[in-house]
């Protein structure tokens, strides 16, 4: 029996897949535990209007990602630091700092989104990877000052 898949089901098929089952096991288990529907006309136009609704969404997630890219690449974060002898800083500059200076200018960004190769602990401009979107990285500047 073939069958569309509606949920994704692990390690067997994700959403919109279109399989070939044993119909015990469609009839028993993805069906019944609504992992599935049998594969006739309607379910298939369903599946097509859906991932167009799909496509449509994630092309506007992408567009909004590289509004938002434009606006974060010309921000330049500041952060005031103590520093000891020889301009060493006192600690560094954590994740959920960024996240807080760049709320405050106006862009919502989740922690695991900002990805900070080495720890901001010296004075001077740093370059930190948002990952907005997949294949949309933007690069915010931070200045460390004492």
Do not use: C, R, W
């Not at 000891?84 to 006192?90: H, I, N, R, Y």
């Not at 106006?106 to 401009?125: A, V």
Request: hydrophobic share 35%; glycine share 6%; net charge positive.
């Amino acid at each position: 029996m073939q069958v569309i898949f509606i949920k994704d089901l692990k390690k067997k098929a994700k959403k919109g897949d279109i399989k070939e089952v044993a119909d015990g096991y469609a009839e028993n288990f993805l069906i019944k535990n609504g992992y599935a529907v049998k594969s006739n006309a309607k379910n298939l136009n369903q599946l097509k209007y859906e991932q167009q609704k799909e496509e449509k969404k994630q092309e506007e997630l992408k567009k909004d990602a590289e509004i938002k890219k434009e606006k974060i690449e010309k921000l330049t974060i500041e952060f005031k630091v103590k520093t000891g002898a020889g301009d060493k800083v006192f600690g560094s500059i954590s994740i959920k700092q960024i996240k807080d200076a760049l709320l405050k200018e106006g862009e919502k960004i989740e922690k695991s989104m900002i990805e900070l190769d080495n720890p901001i602990s010296s004075l001077g401009f740093h370059y930190v990877k948002i990952n907005l979107y997949p294949k949309v990285v933007a690069k915010v500047k931070v200045h460390v000052v004492k």
